[in-house]
């Protein structure tokens, strides 16, 4: 069983467009992420949610929204892609805001703006 | 705040050789370390983490760390390489209050043959 799941793995789009990633993890966690890992392979925190409520906003522009409908899901929606957001989204997990916890990765969405 | 620096961007190896990549580490707070590793088109898997107590970590596929606090290093090595090694290596640290992982800027392994 896969623990973190992102959909689309693929994603290849016209700039102005609106698209989603959805992420759920089995694991039980109460903590989830969204990462963006740019085309150096630098990985940097976009959001966290802990049981639903956003803890973390690391000035994401605001066409980026991430939505929680429940603890094991989180989807990020993103408006107006731009070529910049070109980029692989990781959706991540961990057991709780404790320090030093695993996170556990899904598989990354590889988005293409074009 | 903390942060990680990797200072080897690329390593490249001959098979069954060993491997040492460098991470140091800043943090006012004590720290905890991790080293994730990155095939390629996949996902981040966990290799080891230290979060107290022995200094030498050992994880998986054969890989060991080991936490240097004077020195604040905690360096990743493997005694023997195989092909399937290549990937890329991420260093990553939290701490204090802050339980979000910030990760170094990554090491390119290419382990030939």
């Known amino acids: 069983d896969t623990a973190v799941s992102q959909t689309p793995k693929y994603l290849v789009t016209q700039m102005g467009n609106d698209k989603s990633i959805k992420c759920e993890q089995n694991?039980?966690?109460?903590?989830m992420y969204w990462y963006k890992q740019d085309s150096k392979k630098f990985l940097k925190i976009m959001f966290s949610y802990n049981n639903k409520e956003l803890i973390i906003n690391e000035t994401v522009p605001n066409r980026f929204s991430p939505k929680s409908p429940d603890k094991a899901h989180l989807n990020l929606h993103i408006n107006s892609l731009e070529l910049g957001d070109s980029a692989v989204y990781f959706c991540?997990?961990?057991?709780?805001?404790?320090?030093?916890?695993?996170?556990?990765f899904g598989e990354g969405s590889w988005l293409t703006v074009v | 705040a903390q942060s990680v620096t990797q200072l080897d961007s690329q390593v490249p190896v001959f098979e069954e050789a060993p491997v040492e990549l460098r991470c140091n580490y800043s943090s006012s707070v004590s720290v905890y370390l991790f080293w994730y590793v990155q095939y390629p088109n996949q996902g981040l898997q966990l290799l080891l983490k230290y979060l107290s107590g022995s200094t030498l970590v050992k994880g998986i596929n054969g890989f060991e760390a080991e936490f240097n606090k004077s020195q604040t290093s905690f360096h990743l090595r493997k005694p023997s390489v195989h092909i399937s090694d290549t990937a890329e290596y991420f260093c990553?640290?939290?701490?204090?209050?802050?339980?979000?992982?910030?990760f170094g800027a990554g090491t390119t392994v290419t382990v030939r043959a």
């Open positions: 991540a997990s961990s057991q709780d805001l404790v320090p030093g916890n695993t996170i556990y």
């Open positions: 694991l039980g966690h109460d903590t």
């Open positions: 990553a640290v939290s701490g204090g209050n802050d339980y979000k992982l910030s």
